[in-house]
Every structure is written in C-alpha cells, then in structure tokens.
C-alpha cells in the first residue's frame, strides 16, 4: 500500500532485483525478458492502440481514481469513482472487513483529457470497500454520467468485464500526480500478501511502471481496448518478504517469491458482475464474487 502519497514522501529509488531469507528470488530483468517473449508472440495480432487519455481520471486528497461507467450502466445513473480500499479517508480496512453503503461527502478533483482541473465531484456514500482479496473502493457521487458529461464535458472511463491477458499493454493514469505510467501485464500472481492483507489473482506489471506514492487507486487501462481492467495498489520497495510495502508472491504450492521494485494491480472484473440496474451494488448477484460483509 505504499502507492498513497505518503509512500511518495518516503520512497527511494527503485532497482532491479530481489532479496529475501527463505524466498525465491527473482529479478525485474527477468519480468522483462517475459513480457518482451510475449509481446513478440502476440506481435501479428496486437490491436492498434487506443490514445489513453486523462479523461475521467480523479484526484482524492492522498491518492488517484477515476469515474467508471459499467456494462449495464446508463447515462442517467449516478456516477461511480473507484479508488483503492486502503485510500479511504478512514483508514485501512482491517482484513475480513466490508464496507458497503456507508454515508461519504468526500470530493474528487475530476480531470479533462488533457490533464487539466475539469472541477469537483462529490460522494453521497462509499458503496463498496475492501482490502479482504481485492483492494478496491466505490464511492456514488451525487451527479448522473449525463451530468457530469453537461456540466464538465468528461466522459466516464469504461469498466472491462473480462478478465485481462498477460502481455496486454497497459497505461496506468495518476489522477493524483497527472501522470502516466506505461508498460505491459507481466503476468497474475495467484496470492500477493503485505503485511496483514492477502490479495487474489493480483495483476504484476512489468518493470517499466514504476509507480509511486501518490498512484494508489490509478486505473490501469489496457490500451489494446482502452477500458480499465484494474486498478493500481502496491509495489515491493525494498525487497522485503512480505512486509507492509514490500509485498510477496505466493503460489498455489505456498511458494514465495520476492520481487523487489516491481509493482501490482488489482483486477476490477469481478466488480461487473456485482452491480445491478442503477449502478446498485448488489453481493447477491449470480456470479459476484466479491467478498461480503
């Protein structure tokens, strides 16, 4: 979780490589060289790329988000940003806890396509919030996508609800920092831990993202489609195994693997498939998957 802006103000500059007593070791040269093997099998069948813009991304006070518009979303529903669990102004979610329909006033700077202030947005409520598999939260504004788009002349990025693929190329867009960071999906790590926190299925990037503090809850758009398949959350800053930032990797034998400067997303699918008509969460849904308080 060191991807808040208090990470920003401590961290030091990243390099290549890993360490940890009793953990595999693995290097960011070596996530290169996969992902290069990658893009060069997917070479004859890469899609054009999307120009990733600023448009829809937010500022919070300590950390980055965006306005997403689902599937089944229409103009007149109201508007939701999404941001990571652990950048609520509350506090760190303890792991197990949910946080679902909970009163929030808090605001969103709201940016154009060029990076430039559009205005402010403000929260009715925290719809859905967690760092328990996922670390993701959901706050409802008070404004409709239509409204937003009249008074602003923003549209709300789109939420992909398929899973993403290894090798896509991916922008990560800094609401916060009005910045982006470019690189590619290195692969999915099937349990990433940090300190208290156990995440699922967790997207790697591959060295290039160097993300920094201030970058939590950054959208991370394939450029392939232009819709946001995850959103930002962490990163190994000192090759430490397994501590609060400096998460590991786990696999489903319960080996752990150490990756020092390399950083990590969390996948936003799964949240398709819990909101019903009205952009309303709804954990009862067939098929969500998210977990419940």
């Not at 349990?191 to 959208?219: A, F, N």
């Amino acid at each position: 979780m060191n991807r808040t802006l208090i990470g920003a103000l401590s961290a030091l500059a990243l390099s290549a490589g890993a360490i940890g007593v009793g953990a595999t070791t693995a290097t960011a040269a070596d996530a290169n060289s996969r992902a290069i093997a990658a893009q060069s099998v997917n070479t004859t069948v890469a899609a054009k790329p999307k120009a990733v813009t600023f448009e829809g991304a937010v500022a919070l006070s300590n950390c980055s988000g965006s306005v997403v518009k689902l599937p089944n979303s229409t103009d007149q529903d109201r508007a939701l940003v999404m941001s990571n669990g652990h950048c609520l102004d509350e506090g760190f979610p303890a792991p197990g806890k949910v946080v679902v329909n909970k009163p929030s006033s808090r605001s969103f700077t709201l940016l154009n396509a060029t990076a430039g202030n559009a205005g402010k947005i403000k929260a009715t409520k925290i719809a859905y919030a967690t760092m328990t598999d996922t670390d993701v939260s959901l706050y409802e504004t008070d404004t409709t996508y239509a409204g937003i788009k009249q008074k602003f002349g923003v549209k709300a990025l789109e939420l992909s609800g398929e899973h993403p693929k290894a090798g896509a190329a991916i922008s990560v867009v800094s609401g916060y920092w009005k910045k982006q960071y470019t690189c590619n999906i290195d692969g999915f790590v099937h349990q990433l831990r940090e300190g208290k926190w156990t995440w699922k299925d967790s997207v790697r990037y591959t060295p290039q993202c160097q993300t920094i503090g201030g970058t939590s809850g950054s959208p991370v758009v394939d450029t392939a489609t232009g819709k946001v398949i995850a959103v930002n959350n962490t990163g190994n800053e000192s090759g430490e195994r397994c501590t609060d930032n400096n998460p590991c990797e786990v696999d489903q034998n319960g080996k752990i693997t150490v990756r020092k400067g390399i950083n990590y997303a969390q996948q936003s699918y799964q949240i398709t498939q819990c909101v019903a008509k009205g952009n309303k969460v709804d954990l009862s849904l067939p098929g969500c998957t998210l977990p419940k308080p």
